[in-house]
Structure formats: structure tokens, C-alpha cells
């Protein structure tokens, strides 16, 4: 009942803007949110006096407890993952981004919650996705494709994807947007911050999305353009293609395309899920595989994949495919110089070093003292170090994030520390790479291909050769 007091009124509140109610969409969306999360709360609130009881009572683990509590989060999360699904938008954005980091933040059984929204969510109606078709293609489609199948191979957070055959006789998918999905994410930038401060309930320690956000605020909007996306797809193709043969980037299908609609070279390939069943050996090489193109991403060219989610990759025998180019990111030289600075320091065990290239990331300043200068750096070193190490072995880190959280816990982080952008960026990617290599297990030589890549990017920055894109 608590939460559901304070909730309602801050609903009422964002409801009206200027004494004016929204518009009926947006305050529909908003109402289907604000139930959930009240159906959500009752179970949370049930879970958390739970919880203090059994503080009183005993402190064992594996109890009979401990599975009624989590039966308890585990009903809150269903009550979210379902309306996030429904919801399309940046709330099934924020959903999918949380599902990207696997059971590292969320335990397994609510992970796997959400990791139904990279494959599984709610499709919409065909005859409201043939109405953006046909007007995004200016009612032509009937001169473009011999046959489009009605049912959607896969529902996204934007749009759904149908497979479809051009007069030609070849085979292709149409991603189309979702009628007044602008709209909508434009609404839900409004009304995060109420299902953030329930997740953060949800979560088995405090984790910080602020910068998740920032960055979704940022680029979901650029990608509901697919004309833009289109650019992006031949910019992946044209810098990575040749360099990395086993890197398949859909070719886009131009005729047939608009800022609404994306005809693209239809490709098919096993879900991560499905590789599973692969033997390790073959497990290992997909591992090499990515984290070469990884690095390379990272440190030689700036230009990121920013959307790593599980769905946006599928698997053939010897190829590796990726999807959805609607979230690029272009690295800068500055910030590629200060991290890899920041790498060598900590690689180094130089401590002089490795405050001034915190600095100039933000996550460290002038004001800092010495002796968290010292807990700053020992952290660092316990998350990078251990792939600094010589030989062929799986990922040596359980949970790098387990080892953040309890940094956090034993200092107090000043106001002052704010990291730049572009940092939220590459650790995005990182964590995006690292779920999926630990779900492999993948047995890697870790330091070679990193150091060869660092010790090109120095010399390449020396000589004046490293890529830039504007």
C-alpha cells in the first residue's frame, strides 16, 4: 500500500503538463506502465517483508525463504517484462539492455525473463504494420516484392521484421517501424525514471543506470530513421568486410527502402542459445572470432556495434552475423588515446599514470586523495589484470560487475565523478562481449591479440594512420 500511494500521485502529476493532459496515446502507455508497476509493487513490498523476517529469524543460506522471496521478485518481473514487450518503445529498450549483461546484474531466473524480450516479444497486428509499409514506400510495394509472409520473423523494441521475396526472386526481410513509435518514445522518456526506481528493487545490488539511460535518451531516437541505419550498414560493410571475411553484415536492399522501412538481404543463422549445443572447440574459435573483431572495433577504427544484445547476433558454421546498425558509435582518437593510457598504467602498475588518464575519463579528480586513488586503482587491476595474464584459458572473472558493486559500497563517491560518455560506451560493449564468451566458456589467449592491437593502435597514432569518423 505504500508504494502504491507513492506512486498514484506522482502518475497524476506527470499526467498533466501545464494543466493541459496529454495526449490520449501517450497517457494510455503511461496508465498501462503505471499498473504494472503497481502490480509489480505489491509483490516487491511482499518480498521485502519477507526478506526482513527472515534477517530476524536466521541467517541461513538456501532456505525455504529464499525461494519465496525470489517466487516473489520473480512475479514483480513478469509483471514488467510483459508490459515492457507491449509497451514496444524505450521501455522494451531498457528491458533488452538489461537482458544484454546475462545473469551478471540480475539473477538467472529473472534474467531469463527479460532475455525474452531480444527474440520473443508481442508482434503488433499485420493490417497496422502494412499501413507504415505501404506508406513508407509510397504505395508502391506491390512493384517491389512478389510476397510478403504476414507473421514476423521477430519483434523488436522499434519494429518487426518480415521475411518478404522482391520480384526478382530473392529472398529478403523488411524490418517495418511501428505506426507512432516516435511519439511514444518521446512519452516514455517522461516516465523511466518510475520503472528505474522499480527495477532498482528488482536488482540483488545497487547498479547505476543513469548512464544506460543517457545513452538511450540519446540514440533510440537516431534509430527509428532507417535511412540513417541503412548508412550505417554500409559504413560496418566498407570497414570491416574485407579485414574480417567471417563477419556477414546484411546487404541493404535500397528501392526498397525508406526512413520507415528496411529491405535487407535475408540471413539466417543459430541464436546464441543454439550454440550452445555446439563443441567446445567450436565454442572457442566463435570466441576468438568476436573478440578479435572486438578489439579491433575498439582501439584500430572507434566504430562500435552499440546495440550488443544477444538478438542482434546469429551464428552460421563459419560466420558470425550481425544485425540492427540503428545504434552506432563512433569512438573519438581523444578518448581511444586517454583508455588505452588508461590500460598501460594499470598493465604498467604505474599509479602517476593512471590518475591522470582517470582524470581525463572522469572517473577520477584532482580532489581525489591517495588513499582512494590507491582502492580506485586496486579495483582496476583486479578487473583488467587478470587478462593481462599469459596462456590460453576461459574468462578468468565470475562477475566483474560483483567486484564494482563492492567497491562502491566501501567508499563514497564525490559528486565530482562523472565519467564521459564515451566510457559508458566501450563498457557497454565490453560487458556485451564478455556474457557472451563466459556463456561459451570460451578458452582464449587474452593478452596476444590485445597487445598486438594496442601496440598497432600506439604506432598507428605515432604516424598519424588511426581512422576517424566524423
Known amino acids: ?5 507513492a506512486i498514484c500521485p506522482l502518475m497524476v502529476c506527470l499526467l498533466y503538463k501545464n494543466g493541459a493532459l496529454l495526449k490520449k496515446g501517450a497517457t494510455e502507455r503511461f496508465l498501462k506502465l503505471g499498473s504494472s508497476i503497481i502490480k509489480a509493487g505489491g509483490h516487491l513490498v511482499k518480498s521485502e517483508f519477507d526478506r526482513r523476517k527472515k534477517d530476524l529469524l536466521v541467517k541461513v543460506e538456501g532456505t525455504l525463504e529464499d525461494a519465496q522471496i525470489l517466487g ?7 509483471e514488467i517484462v510483459q508490459v515492457m514487450g507491449e509497451l514496444k518503445g524505450a521501455v522494451m529498450k531498457l528491458g533488452q539492455i538489461l537482458s544484454s549483461s546475462g545473469d551478471l546484474i540480475l539473477p538467472p531466473d529473472i534474467s531469463n525473463l527479460f532475455r525474452e524480450l531480444q527474440k520473443n516479444a508481442p508482434p503488433m497486428k499485420w493490417d497496422e504494420i502494412e499501413k507504415v ?13 512478389k510476397e510478403i509472409d504476414p507473421g514476423p520473423m521477430a519483434s523488436a523494441s522499434i519494429g518487426q521484421v518480415h521475411r518478404a521475396r522482391l ?3 530473392e529472398d529478403v526481410a523488411i524490418k517495418i517501424q511501428y505506426p507512432d513509435v516516435v511519439a511514444a518514445i518521446k512519452s516514455d522518456f517522461k516516465n523511466l525514471h518510475i520503472l528505474k526506481s522499480i527495477l532498482m528493487k528488482l536488482l540483488p545490488y545497487d547498479v547505476d543506470v543513469d548512464p544506460i539511460l543517457v545513452n538511450l535518451r540519446t540514440s533510440i531516437l537516431a534509430e527509428c530513421d532507417y535511412l540513417s541505419e541503412a548508412r550505417n550498414a554500409d559504413m560496418f560493410h566498407s570497414t570491416y568486410a574485407k579485414k574480417y571475411p567471417y563477419m556477414l553484415f546484411p546487404k541493404i536492399i535500397t528501392h526498397a527502402s525508406s526512413s520507415t522501412v528496411l529491405t535487407m538481404q535475408l540471413v539466417e543463422g543459430d541464436s546464441l542459445e543454439e550454440t550452445m549445443q555446439r563443441s567446445q572447440l567450436e565454442k ?11 578489439l579491433d572495433c575498439c582501439y584500430t577504427t572507434g566504430l562500435l556495434h552499440g546495440d550488443p544484445q544477444n538478438g542482434n547476433y546469429l551464428f552460421k558454421k563459419d560466420q558470425i552475423i550481425l544485425l540492427d546498425f540503428g545504434n552506432i558509435q563512433k569512438l573519438s582518437l581523444d578518448f581511444r588515446k586517454n583508455y588505452v593510457g588508461f590500460l598501460r598504467a594499470i598493465e604498467n602498475g604505474d599509479l602517476r599514470a593512471y590518475q591522470q588518464y582517470g582524470i581525463n575519463l572522469g572517473v577520477l579528480t584532482m580532489q581525489d ?4 586513488l590507491a582502492k580506485h586503482f586496486s579495483l582496476a587491476s583486479s578487473i583488467f589484470s587478470p587478462f593481462d595474464q599469459v596462456g590460453i584459458f576461459p574468462p578468468p572473472l565470475d562477475n566483474p560487475l560483483q567486484l564494482i558493486h ?27 562481449l564478455y556474457t557472451k564468451l563466459r556463456a561459451w566458456n570460451s578458452h582464449l589467449d587474452w593478452k596476444g591479440p590485445k597487445d598486438r592491437i594496442l601496440g598497432e593502435f600506439e604506432n598507428n597514432l605515432q604516424s598519424g594512420t588511426l581512422p576517424q569518423f566524423a
Open 284 to 294: 572457442d574459435e566463435m570466441g576468438r572470432k568476436l573478440y578479435d573483431f572486438h
Open 133 to 145: 509499409l505501404n506508406t513508407g514506400l509510397g504505395n508502391k510495394t506491390n512493384t517491389i516484392f
Open 1 to 5: 500500500m505504500i508504494l502504491v500511494n
Open 406 to 432: 563492492q567497491f562502491v559500497k566501501g567508499i563514497k563517491l564525490k559528486g565530482t565523478h562523472r565519467p564521459c560518455g564515451e566510457l559508458a560506451v566501450i563498457d557497454r560493449t565490453h560487458l556485451g
Open 167 to 169: 520480384l526478382n526472386g
Open 369 to 372: 586523495d591517495q588513499d582512494f
Open 72 to 78: 516473489k521478485k520473480l512475479e514483480a518481473a513478469k
